[in-house]
């Protein structure tokens, strides 16, 4: 068994970036080499601009490489739960740019004929208590009146044309889904990004920053070199580090765990999945699930509130292989080539935060839903150093800081395990 991601397995970088020449001078520096970074880097190449992208690792080292592939519907609050915040015609417009952000990987998969292996199957919510079957039918009631989201119900006895399990109450389908092999569209990203004239500098950790000035320039410093950037956009998601103080207050990094099986015969992936639906359910310690361009069954969740580390994988791997069984008895003697971890940058309030602080810019904060929303932020931030800061919708959400937060998130995951758990038991 691989204690690796299986896409950046399956995927060939587009290049080796870890000797390139570290610009004096650049007019944009980008931190962070998931999609947020690359696609802030491409998009503000392709606008004119200097652009050197800075990455600690190797570009698609953090969750960008390591995520479910699922680019889904919907914020990571429920919509109904996000009227009641921010009030009917808000929540609508946030909706909607979870819709326009799959969009924009579909125009990009199309417009440069990405072999990515995208595909529209739809993404479907799965009710594991009964309680949260009503919640979901109230959902989809208003998703249809207010949104237009051409979502469906399947129920309890209908269950089997979409799952091969009795474990759920119902689910709810919304077609627009998508998924795709997220190592090989980073590493299209990446070449898009070189193409467009950015640079790329892998094993560049920014370790310190100064300000020149009140404005937006600042001197970033790597091992590599120093380069002085006339704007800095942060993309360093759960990975946000102590130069990005303010930044790093902000985010919770919370474990993800995913396990990989081998591939399956092709009548039992019909079983499982029929309609190749990207999938996850309705608790707080979520499961979520689809079938891999080559039909593995990929199975992951929150197994616990924890960091990623080799053996707090394993660990994590383990209960979640005990859960795969028990919402799929049928794959008991599949068996699992890859397990591993990453880090989801949770919020407060589990939107995205992104804008400018201090004169860094920075998008961050997807809690677990950025597969399409870290692509499309980067687009976003790319027009807002351009100077169009009305593309953000965010940008007047506050950005709570965390309580007694500084940068140490054992604390907050044993509080918040405890707290969530506490509420899949009692809803
Ligand atoms: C296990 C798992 C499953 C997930 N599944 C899904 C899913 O199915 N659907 C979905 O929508 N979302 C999912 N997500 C979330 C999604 O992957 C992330 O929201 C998204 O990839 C964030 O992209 P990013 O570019 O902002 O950050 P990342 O991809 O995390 O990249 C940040 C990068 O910043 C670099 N960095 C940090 N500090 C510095 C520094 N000082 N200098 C230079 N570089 C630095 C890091 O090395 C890292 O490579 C999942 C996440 C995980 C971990």
């Known amino acids: 068994m691989k204690m690796h991601s299986y896409w950046l397995d399956t995927a060939t970088p587009s290049g080796d970036y870890t000797q390139t020449e570290i610009p004096k001078e650049v007019d944009v520096a980008v931190v962070g080499g998931g999609y947020t970074g690359l696609s802030a880097a491409y998009h503000a190449a392709k606008a004119g601009k200097s652009v050197a992208l800075l990455e600690a690792h190797e570009v698609m080292w953090g969750a960008s490489g390591r995520n479910g592939g699922m680019a889904t519907t919907g914020l990571a609050v429920g919509f109904r739960d996000a009227i009641k915040r921010y009030g009917e015609q808000r929540a609508i417009g946030y909706f909607r740019e979870y819709n326009a952000a799959i969009d924009l990987i579909e125009n990009l998969v199309a417009e440069h004929d990405l072999d990515v292996d995208y595909a529209r199957t739809g993404k479907m919510t799965l009710a594991y208590k009964e309680s949260h079957w009503a919640g979901l039918q109230q959902s989809a009631e208003a998703l249809k009146r207010l949104v237009d989201q051409p979502v469906q119900l399947v129920d309890r006895a209908n269950i089997r044309s979409e799952i091969g399990s009795d474990v759920y109450y119902g689910a709810m389908v919304d077609p627009l889904g998508a998924g795709m092999h997220v190592g090989k569209f980073g590493h299209e990203l990446a070449r898009l990004a070189l193409e467009a004239g950015a640079t790329i500098h892998e094993r560049a950790e920014v370790t310190d ?133 990453g880090l989801v940058d949770i919020s407060m309030d589990q939107m995205v935060h992104a804008g400018q602080h201090d004169g860094l810019f920075y998008s961050l904060n997807y809690s677990g839903h950025g597969v399409q929303m870290a692509n499309y932020m980067g687009k976003v931030m790319a027009e807002v150093v351009d100077g169009k800061p009305e593309a953000n919708i965010w940008r007047d959400l506050k950005n709570p800081w965390i309580p007694g937060y500084f940068g140490n998130p054992w604390l907050h995951l044993r509080v918040g395990g405890a707290y969530f758990g506490l509420q899949d038991k009692l809803s």
Not at 256 to 274: A, K
């Open 209 to 341: 920053l100064r300000r020149i000035g009140t404005g937006t320039m600042h001197d970033l410093t790597t091992p590599r070199g120093t380069v002085r950037a006339g704007k800095v956009i942060v993309g360093t998601s759960g990975y946000t580090g102590k130069p990005f103080g303010w930044m790093q207050r902000r985010v919770i990094p919370v474990g993800s765990f995913i396990v990989v099986t081998e591939p399956l015969p092709q009548v039992l992936v019909d079983e499982l999945l029929p309609n190749r639906r990207m999938a996850s359910d309705s608790k707080n310690f979520i499961y979520y699930f689809r079938i891999t361009p080559d039909n593995r069954l990929l199975f992951g969740g929150r197994a616990r509130f924890a960091l990623s580390d080799p053996s707090q994988d394993r660990e994590s791997g383990e209960i979640l292989k005990r859960a795969m069984h028990y919402v799929f008895p049928q794959t008991r003697d599949a068996r699992i080539d890859y397990m591993w971890g």
